[in-house]
């Protein structure tokens, strides 16, 4: 079966750390982009940060700051996200999703959630004050 499944959530206070794993099973996630959104009850899923097939590039949601870093192992799949000096306004449910694509050539070539095919269950992450 194909399919993400995030872990790594938990509750955290103001300033600690959390480190996301986002893991394919049924298939390798290398050659695709690899995305971290986030969601709060009542508001729109956003990006939170994006990594490239090759692992090369990153990029990050704007209100990231340089807080977080999305990598991928060696092992082609799994990514992670760890999150630095989280604050309460990070808590959310976080998914991970595949940009499934053709003709992109793995890259993070949008925040659009209809463009990732795949998606996990996501996982809660809360930061208390």
């Known amino acids: 079966q194909v399919q993400l499944v995030e872990s790594g959530g938990g509750l955290v206070q103001a300033g600690g750390s959390l480190r996301l794993s986002c893991t394919a099973s049924g298939f390798t996630l290398e050659p695709y982009a690899v995305g971290w959104f986030r969601q709060v009850s009542g508001k729109e899923r956003e990006g939170v940060a994006c990594i490239s097939g090759s692992g090369a590039n990153g990029f990050y949601g704007d209100f990231v700051k340089g807080r977080f870093t999305i990598s991928r192992d060696s092992t082609r799949t799994t990514v992670y996200l760890q999150m630095n000096s989280l604050r309460p306004d990070d808590t959310a449910v976080y998914y991970c999703?595949?940009?499934?694509?053709?003709?992109?050539?793995?890259?993070?070539?949008?925040?659009?959630?209809?463009?990732?095919?795949?998606w996990g269950q996501g996982t809660q992450v809360t930061v208390s004050s």
């Open positions: 999703a595949s940009d499934l694509r053709a003709g992109y050539g793995g890259l993070c070539s949008t925040w659009e959630v209809t463009d990732y095919g795949l």
